[in-house]
Structure formats: C-alpha cells, structure tokens
C-alpha cells in the first residue's frame, strides 16, 4: 500500500509539468517568437539568436528551471529561412531536453508585408532521475537507482504575417501528441504531449520622435485546460530601452491554487546585442513562491539594416 501511495504521488508530481507547462513557455515571447512559431525562422534579415534562463516559483525545492538556446537565419538567395532551438526543462526529478530543428518560407505580399509558413521536427529526451525522489523504503526495486530516459519524436508548424511595425502569428505545436511511458520501468510516468495552439500579434505606434508603445498579445489554447492568454504593452525610448508590464491569466489549477500573473519587463538594445529580463508577479495570497525570474540576451549578427536605429526591429 505505501509503494501504491508513494507511486501515486510520484506520478501527480510529474503529471504537473507534463500537462501545465508543456515544454518551454516564455513570458518575454515577444523577444523571439520562434519559441512557439516555426515560421519566425530567418524573418529579422541576420544570423539572430537568444540566450535564456528561466527559474520559477523561486524558493520551492523541486521548481521548474529552464535553460534555452534559439539560433535562426535566412538562407542567402532563396525565400527560406532555418532555424534551430536547444531546450532544457527541469521539474523536481523530470526533466525534458529538447532539440528542435525550423524552416520556414516566406512569401512578399506587398513591399513591406511579408508573409511566412514554417515546419519544425523535435526529438525529445525525457528523463526521470530517481535518485532525486525521497524514498520510503530504501532500496526499493520499484524505484531503481539512477536515470530512465525515453526518446520522443514531435512537429510543429505555424504562419507567421509581418512588417517592420506589425506582426500577426498563429502556430500549432506538439502535432504528433506524442505519448511517452516505458513498460519495463513500473517508476516511469506516462504522459502525452498535448497539442497546443498559439495566437499572437503586435504592432508599435510611435508617440513622437523619441518615444513608440509596443502592445501585444499571446492566446494559448491546449486540451483539457481553460485558454491561457497574455496581454502586454512595453514603450520605447529612443529605439533602444523598451520598460513594460503584462498581464497572464491563469485558470489552471496549481500547487497555489488557480493564479493569474502581474509581469514587468525591461529591455535594452545594443544594436547588435540586447538583453531583457522580466519577473512574474503572482497574484494569490496563497502565493509560497518567490516569483519567477527570466533573463535574456539576444543578438543580431549581419544583416543590410543591422546598425540602422532609423531602421530598428521591434519584433
């Protein structure tokens, strides 16, 4: 009885992040869309890419941690675009490494209006690590020591509408609904990857010469849980520091009870280089965390415009 109750335990633990979080979901999407739209591949004209860190629910032992690589360019000559995505996700003993590879093609309505469609395949390797689970028993057989890993194939795929002060996405993710278990391991959880779909869109509005606002939003719609949706507005100083704030809903149930968010943000543009950090407010007075801290560094190598301000990327 107390293995069924362990195992039971075990197994709502890491339903959690299988089913809430789903892979990598970032409160600065805004900064690089590719993260949930394979159709971003090559659209900012460079060799672009973001470094991030993310640590949630700072302060409670076995929270979420996630460390991300984006790299993505347009291939010279053609109307394509690649792209390539490192993700490594982590839950108390799970953990969700992520390699996914994205190309898109890219479509010129107008002189300014562009219009892009983008596939991804991933490989993802889960892997549950038993020797972070508090064990009743020591020794037990039906927790062995070390790692079980499993390795599961996904797609995505996503259209991606766009100009130099406006953008329109929409993008399907986890197409294949991967299931993932292992039958010779009783201590491996079994999960699916649910399919998810994204909406999101922004535009910036210049207020005078010095000073634009960039509002956003983000619609995640997934199966078996309410619409999550995120609403944003940043303004922009002189093309380089972008200070915002954003608004999450959450209807899901958590570990706090159902929340919603509070999210401010800064950016500052280098030109080359950028860097942005936000930290996520929860508003339940419930709240036993500590918030959500997520920091990134991005950049933009080549490209005919790269150094022009008068000529900035907003998305």
Known sequence: ???KIITTLIAVILAFPAIAQQGVLLSQYFFDPLYINPAYAGSRGAFSGTLTYRDQWVGLPGAPETEA???HTPIPLTSLGIGLQLDNDVTGPLRISTATLNLSSTVHLTKEIKLAFGLAGSLNDVVVNDNELNIETPND???PAGSNSLLVPDANAGIYLYKSTFYFGAAAVHILQSTWAEKNQPAFPS???YRQYFVTSG???KLSDNLAIRPSALVQFIQTAPALYELD???IFSN???IGAGFRNNERISISGTDNYIIPCIEYDFAAFRIGYSYDIVLNSQNISGGTHEIMLGWDLGGDNLLKRENPRYF
């Open 1 to 3: 009885m107390k293995h």
């Open 233 to 235: 507005a940043s303004f």
């Open 240 to 242: 380089k520091l972008f």
């Open 69 to 71: 690589l984006s790299v």
């Open 141 to 143: 057989p039906v927790f």
């Open 191 to 193: 999960g699916d990857f």
């Open 203 to 205: 535009i910036v509005a």
